[in-house]
Every structure is written in structure tokens, then in C-alpha cells.
């Protein structure tokens, strides 16, 4: 089982990323796919989740109207639209697996990716 984070980058405030997960090795036909991220010293943070099936989302409050999840059933690949990005966005993000239903919590994901690093300047 693999998921495989990339499309980190530097940017500048104000400025947009999209981020990838592609998922390999299984079906996650009926899990949850989450993005999580951690800056230097700090917890890992919920940042949001879809439903494979069906679609809903569910997002962390840091990033609520600026974030947006999506998926790519056919290419078993999830997506982390992220606009108006702010210093405070700086992290490396990870993408991860739960069979829950829209979970927020760390240890609810059982499958997780490599991070992928954006940061953002001011």
C-alpha cells in the first residue's frame, strides 16, 4: 500500500498549490482520504478529508474557504487545492487513509504518505 504526496513548492502569500495523493497498492473505495500538516515544533494538523465514495469533505477551520479536496476516482488520485495561502500555511503535508468516516483525529488513519513540503513567503 502506497500514497504518494507531491506538488509542494514555494510561494508566495496570496499565491495557490495543488497538491496530489496518489494511491496505490489497494482499493480505497470505502475510506477516508485525509491531508494532514506539520510545521517545525507543532502537531500534526487536521487540515481536511473526502469520502471516496460519495464525496463529502469535511475541513479543518485554519483552512476553511481557501482549501478544497477532490478526487480522481479513475486515477485513484486525491487533490489539495489550496488559494490565498498565507505564511501561517507553511508545513510539510502528508496525505492518509482511514476507514472512518470523516475522521480528524491522527491516529484514526492507518495509511500515511511522505510528506510533501510548501512553503510559503511573505
Known amino acids: 500500500v502506497q500514497l504518494q504526496a507531491s506538488g509542494g513548492g514555494l510561494v508566495q502569500a496570496g499565491g495557490s498549490l495543488r497538491l496530489s495523493c496518489a494511491a496505490s497498492?489497494?482499493?480505497?473505495?470505502?475510506?477516508?482520504m485525509g491531508w494532514f500538516r506539520q510545521a517545525p515544533g507543532k502537531e500534526r494538523e487536521f487540515v481536511g478529508v473526502i469520502m471516496w465514495i460519495g464525496g463529502n469533505t469535511r475541513y479543518g477551520d485554519s483552512v476553511k474557504g481557501r482549501f478544497t479536496i477532490s478526487k480522481d476516482n479513475a486515477k485513484n488520485t486525491m487533490y489539495l487545492q489550496m488559494n490565498s495561502l498565507k505564511p501561517e500555511d507553511t508545513a510539510a503535508y502528508y496525505c492518509?487513509?482511514?476507514?472512518?468516516?470523516?475522521?480528524?483525529?491522527?491516529?484514526?488513519?492507518?495509511?500515511w504518505g511522505q510528506g510533501t513540503q510548501v512553503t510559503v513567503s511573505s
Open positions: 492518509a487513509a482511514s476507514p472512518s468516516i470523516l475522521p480528524t483525529a491522527v491516529g484514526a488513519y492507518d495509511y
Open positions: 497498492g489497494r482499493t480505497f473505495s470505502r475510506y477516508a
